[in-house]
């Protein structure tokens, strides 16, 4: 069994405020005498589920190509949070074991805002959540928001607490339908040169 756990990438598709959205331009078409469909492709980087590359928020950052990409595939855990907006804190996570885990996939609300729609209202990480995981060695933290930070931070603390401790991340996740507890992920950042992100398709299988 695999759980899609990627949002679709549509015309439709709403990025972030002000970014670019998704669409597809014909180059060649076989119903006009080509032998083949050829499509020009133009969206952000961030468009639907999408991982940052560290050069997003930092300008000695890694662009896509340099990410490690053994921190985007193996063992994951999916905990879902009530909380509905603000900073999440390691209280939001009392209702369950985090030790032992190596990647953290946090399902909240937001997973049921279809891709159409912009969720106004996130839970987001904090600092103190980040430190925590990576004193217990965690690789990558995931969630459904389509953001690590307050969408009106200009500073970006967890973006950058993240590289600090050598975290990964992975935004704007799907998690509706999945049950809570550990899964193989998989969900790997295109190799893009001088890109600031790149869209991922991240699927979960389970470990039995």
């Known amino acids: 069994m695999i759980y899609d756990i990627t949002r679709t990438v549509s015309p439709q598709t709403h990025p972030w405020p002000g970014d670019t959205a998704y669409s597809v331009e ?3 078409k076989i119903e006009n005498g080509a032998s083949v469909n050829l499509m020009t492709m133009t969206t952000t980087c961030h468009i639907g589920t999408h991982a940052d590359a560290y050069y997003h928020y930092e300008d000695d950052g890694e662009h896509p190509a340099q990410m490690p990409l053994e921190k985007y595939i193996g063992r994951a855990r ?4 009530e909380k509905r907006e603000g900073a999440l804190t390691v209280d939001d996570f009392a209702h369950a074991d985090l030790t032992g885990g190596e990647r953290l996939l946090i399902h909240s609300h937001v ?7 912009w969720a106004e209202e996130i839970p987001y990480l904090s600092v103190e959540l980040i ?6 060695d965690y690789k990558l933290i995931g969630l459904d928001s389509p953001s690590v930070d307050d969408y009106n931070s ?11 401790h050598g975290l990964v991340n992975l935004e704007h996740l799907q998690l509706s339908g ?3 507890g550990d899964y193989e992920l998989i969900a790997l950042p295109l190799k893009l040169d ?3 992100g790149s869209p991922v398709r991240a699927i979960l299988r389970p470990l039995s």
Request: proline residues 11%; negative net charge; aromatic residues 0%.
């Open 78 to 81: 999916v905990v879902t949070v």
């Open 131 to 136: 430190e925590h995981l990576a004193k217990l």
């Open 111 to 117: 997973s049921d805002v279809p891709d159409e729609q």
């Open 26 to 28: 014909p180059v060649v």
């Open 194 to 196: 001088l890109a600031c």
């Open 178 to 180: 999945v049950p809570d």
């Open 154 to 164: 200009k500073d970006l603390p967890s973006h950058h607490a993240l590289r600090k």
